[in-house]
Nanobody
């Protein structure tokens, strides 16, 4: 059974940074890739960033240049470095691996 455990969320001021982590139990992130989604209050879940098995990355237009997805294959961990955070980035962030979802981690950007 695959399990995804996210961490790293919290409260940050506008302009600040956070790094989210997603540990994927077992193996396979080098093969299938992983993605980060978010669900903002009152909105549908949306794709934020993804990384394929070969390492190709893709970003939503709203986060390009501010967020970076990366991974550590040895640790089965995927990261989302978030810089220049804005209030509109406030959301629950979810990690997805194949059809598995993590429990989500809350990011709140507020002064």
């Amino acid at each position: 059974q695959v399990q995804l455990v996210e961490s790293g969320g919290g409260l940050v001021q506008p302009g600040g940074s956070l790094r989210l982590s997603c540990v994927v139990s077992g193996s396979g992130i080098r093969i299938y890739g992983t993605a980060w989604y978010r669900q903002r209050p009152g909105q549908q879940r949306e794709l934020v960033a993804s990384i394929t098995g070969s390492g190709t990355t893709n970003y939503a237009d709203s986060v390009k240049g501010r967020f970076t997805i990366s991974r550590d294959n040895a640790k089965n961990t995927v990261y989302l470095q978030m810089n220049s955070l804005q209030p509109e980035d406030t959301a629950i962030y979810y990690c997805k691996f194949r059809w598995y979802w993590g429990q989500g981690t809350l990011v709140t950007v507020s002064s």
